[in-house]
């Protein structure tokens, strides 16, 4: 097999084999060895996929590979049903799954319903039934989903379940009786096919009948197929017809070459179905050209002619299947357009398109009275209506005989489709009430937030974090607001670049798959996360982004944010935006020390100068093309200012913490409980702490170690070796709702710090709780903090003032007991920072809008 053909037979591939898939089920379900062998091989190749897609990260940069447990994993919130609030944030673009290799119908049915939809303010996406993950994925983005001829595969099955998680309601699209198994086997064009061609055919019927059962609505081309619809619909059955559209309309307006002069009876067959339908009008046909020897009978596309025609051979045209164009200019030159169709309520359930066609060129019609026929036909007025081979000769003749009859005919017939069947009419009439049933009635305006951050619950992870969330719940409650959150997301179960949708205490968020790149340019730079990142933006149309931290997702998000031309907001948790190692943090593991970050300097640290340069400028225009910057800390935003960030461009919207929701015990002991909640990080002093616990000879302590990590399955900690006098614990990490239990059961936070914070989030709550704090001066977390009231701040990379401050403590534990902080008015809480933000963003959101 040669590579063209190869690739020929790949592209078949895709498309459903309705035998095919049967006898592969029936064989993987059966007890043979060969189907449990198969059964077993899959099984273990799906797991080992899953798992090196887990670890893929770790054995790229060489490191031991570790399988999480069960316990381990992260669950996936997006299994459970959406509430309203979500719904409201899905939009109102249309998505259409449908079947495109059939010309005509994807013309009729796809193409033409986005022009429709586009003539009343709505956006649509086209997807192809045959790709799954595609589909499931603009499904998070999309308002309602119409599936066009699709067959209930168990992949759509899943795609109609998901809808139904997300409340989107689905509609099942389908132009003839496909779906009807008892009428489809009666149809004699179908009998006459081959055994396994009709078994495809029928097991495909009875998908088509599956997939319109399980869908919420239908729509319907014919009043006969919504009929036969309603009985197995579970909703509303809509007709829509199909209609004419510009391209049709620029094209009958254009040039094209004049008529035969000779009387030229056309027909047109796009299928090889339509042997039997032009059995209908043969004897007119032939009594017509035996009657008539200056007539011309012209077939184009597939039919197999009655032998009787042999003897006007000379006279006929055959013309293979043409492109759509081709044929519409070809039909053009007809005197007299044919549509005969064998009575039986199959046909009587086909569309009216082949008078439609013709009307629209000027071109008389003759068509058989079925049910869509008989509807815009009148009579002798606009076309004509025949049934019995005498009424199809009397028909022709006067046709034939009168060329001012054919053009009054004609003319007639093209004014009634141009008013009846116009795009505008069937939006209008027949379009819109479907919209307005599938997509909820608009609501009152409030100022949507779209709060971007690299991770959120429930798969939370670091300060920033915990500021998002506790920002959008904030938002979420006030009455002029609503909010919904993008975020990343590690899970296995998320393929890279998938969305998932979910909530979290009422709040909608879109999940997005982060992926196992090697590219290190693709964490601030990723235009395939920002064409994902504009999709969500076009489903719910945010009044302002407000982006907190976005590696990984990538600062590439605010290209989306400028082509949809929404404001966007920037909250700088940290110095990620000017350094690239994040926290000013150089190689061997010391503090820089800039003042302000100078890139000229950073070049000295960073292994690839230019990629140094480009990273910043590329960031460095982001955050000058946003409306506002925000700093957590008089601090950052000083740091931002003397890196040359205008001072008017970045405000102080100072963090907040939880408010304690339980009194701290009182301390009655001389055992100290330390803790330190840095994780297993150089920059967050842990190194730094072993050295200081190191030089204690004190015993009268536990050091709690909080091991972060383990909440991803990814613990080094235990591992390590402490020189320690008093008792050590490792413990997971906290939620959230755990936070006033945890400070509760212990009497001092240590902060060693290596570098200088934006906030410090743990050094206030624990001042909030009336826990004692030891932190470095480490910029943002030391604002708070009074030496000797509420703790004390040791000069950074200071290990002996760092362990002096802890001995102190260890020789006179009396000092921590206290009923009170004295310095708690000094703190903020969520209330009063969303509050605030809620202010700017409106501000900012207005002057966008003016």
Known sequence: MNFRLFLAKLRQAQHYNALVMKTMTDRLQGNSFFARSINVLL???????????????????????????????????????????????????VLIVAELSLVQCRKYRVTQKVELLSLLGYQST???????????????????VIFYRTPATPELKKLITEARRLGIISLFDIDDLVFDLEEYRRNSNVQKLPEQELTLLMEGARLYKDMLQLTGCAIASTSVIAAKMQPLCRDKVF???????????????????PPH?????????????????FMVATPALLQILDTYPAVRLAIYGFLDLPVDFARHAARIIRVPFLEPDDYYLSMARFSINLAPLEESIFNDAKSNIKFLEAALFGVPSVCSPSAAFRDVIRHGENGFLASTPEEWFACLSLLVESADLRHHIGEIAKQDVLQRYSPATIAQRQLQPIMAHALPPPQKKKLRVLMV????????????????EQLAAELSVMTEVEV????????????????????????????????????????????EMAARFEEVLRAVCPDIVHFHSIQMLSAALADACRRTETPYVITLHDAWWLCERQFMVRADGNYCAQPGVDITVCTSCTPDPSFTHTRFHRLWQIMADADLLLAPSEFQRNLYIRSGIPPDHIQVNKNGILLPRQERHQKSSNHITFAFLGGRAVHKGYFQLRKVFAGITEHNYTLRLVDIESKFGTSQMPNDTWQITGKLEIVPPFEQDGIDDFF???????FPSQWKESFGLTVREAIARNVWVIATDCGGPAEDLICGENGEVVEMGNIDAFRAAIISLLRDPARLITDRNPQLERLRYFPQQAAELADILRRVAALRAE
């Not at 670890?55 to 992260?74: F, N, V």
């Not at 017809?241 to 049709?248: F, G, M, P, T, V």
């Not at 002069?261 to 039997?276: L, P, Q, W």
């Open 261 to 277: 002069r000779e009387v030229i009876i056309g027909y047109g067959s796009g299928t090889r179905t339509h042997d039997a339908d």
């Open 453 to 468: 951050n690299v991770l959120f619950a429930p798969m939370s992870f670091g300060g920033a974090t915990i500021v998002a």
């Open 126 to 144: 086209i997807l192809p039934w045959t790709d799954y993950m595609s589909c499931r994925n603009a499904l998070q983005t999309h308002g309602m």
């Open 744 to 750: 509760n059961n212990i009497d001092v936070l240590l």
């Open 43 to 93: 099984w273990g190749m799906f797991h080992a996929a899953r798992i090196t897609r887990m670890q893929w990260p770790h054995l790229r940069d060489g490191k031991q590979l570790t399988i999480p447990s069960a316990t381990s994993e992260i669950d996936t919130p997006w299994q459970a049903a959406l509430s309203a609030a979500s719904r409201n944030t899905l939009g109102n673009r």
């Open 484 to 527: 919904c959150v993008f975020t990343g997301c590690s899970h296995p179960d998320l393929p890279a670049y998938e969305l998932a949708r979910y909530e979290w205490n009422g709040i909608p968020v879109v999940a997005i798959g982060f992926p196992a790149s090697a590219d290190r340019s693709a964490d601030y730079d990723n235009p």
């Open 239 to 257: 007709i829509l017809e199909n209609c004419l559209d510009k391209h049709l309309l620029d094209l009958a307006a254009g040039k094209y070459p």
